[in-house]
């Protein structure tokens, strides 16, 4: 099994909102030792532009960073390519879904999780946190 | 054993199927390897592999540690819509 795991920005917010449906799961993932997790560079605009626009929460900056600099320390933050975004446009076009969605879905070889049912789980291009272990 | 021949030498089976690669590191580095595997009474590629487990897994370890603090302190009710809509909701429009 590949235990890489590539994390989208509500995943990553999902472990800071307790109200959160897939709240738990997600904190499992986040502090889970066996495995490796990764996200995109996209994440890191989405997660701060959450914390300070979304829940007006700007001392969430700070913490929001916190977390994705451990990300970066362990399976990476990946800066999208020609190549990514090529495919990630595809994949847009293919499923109806925006760009920004398409370019998680677009890495190969690391299984996306996200709390994103409408667009990403739904067209099984993506799992939510509670079901990231199961095979 | 399980156990497979190559050329003149017989491995455990598992290693027949190990991907072989080239490293490439200065003499003195690769001296501590040999010392070290010297101590462990083992090959030098196995310490190179038990290096990058131990590397990898306190690289996981460091992380879930870290994040369990973070959460701990910071996680809270938000209230309104989901992450996921959220997230879209703030999104540049075109």
């Known amino acids: 099994m590949n235990d890489t795991l590539l994390l989208d920005a509500s995943a990553i917010l999902a472990a800071l909102k307790t109200d959160e449906p897939q709240h738990e799961a997600a904190v ?57 975004l090529t495919r990630a446009a595809e ?18 070889g690391r299984r ?21 272990r199961s095979n | ?10 491995y455990p089976g598992i ?23 010297d101590r462990a009474g083992t090959s030098r590629s196995a310490v190179l592999r038990g290096f990058a487990e131990a590397a990898i897994q306190q690289r996981r370890t460091d992380r879930a540690r870290a994040m369990k603090e973070i959460i701990d302190e910071f996680a809270a009710p938000r209230g309104g819509e989901n992450v996921a809509e959220l997230v879209k909701a703030l999104r540049p429009k075109p």
């Open chain 1, 91 to 108: 994949l847009a076009a293919l499923h109806g879904i925006s760009v920004y969605d398409a370019a998680y879905a677009a890495v190969t």
């Open chain 2, 15 to 37: 290693l027949g199927f190990m991907p072989k690669v080239m490293v490439s590191m200065p003499d003195d580095l690769l001296a501590k390897v040999d010392a070290e595997a």
């Open chain 1, 28 to 84: 499992g993932l986040l502090t889970d030792e066996a495995l490796t997790l990764s996200t995109l560079e996209l994440a890191r605009y989405e997660v701060v532009n959450v914390a300070v626009c979304g829940w007006r929460k700007p001392e969430l900056v700070t913490a929001s960073l916190g977390v994705l600099e451990r990300i970066a320390n362990d399976g990476g933050i990946l800066a999208p390519s020609d190549v990514h």
């Open chain 2, 1 to 10: 054993m399980n156990a497979i021949a190559t050329g003149s030498s017989v």
């Open chain 1, 112 to 132: 996306l999780v996200s709390c994103d049912e409408r667009d990403l789980v739904s067209k099984g291009l993506a799992v939510l946190p509670a079901d990231a």
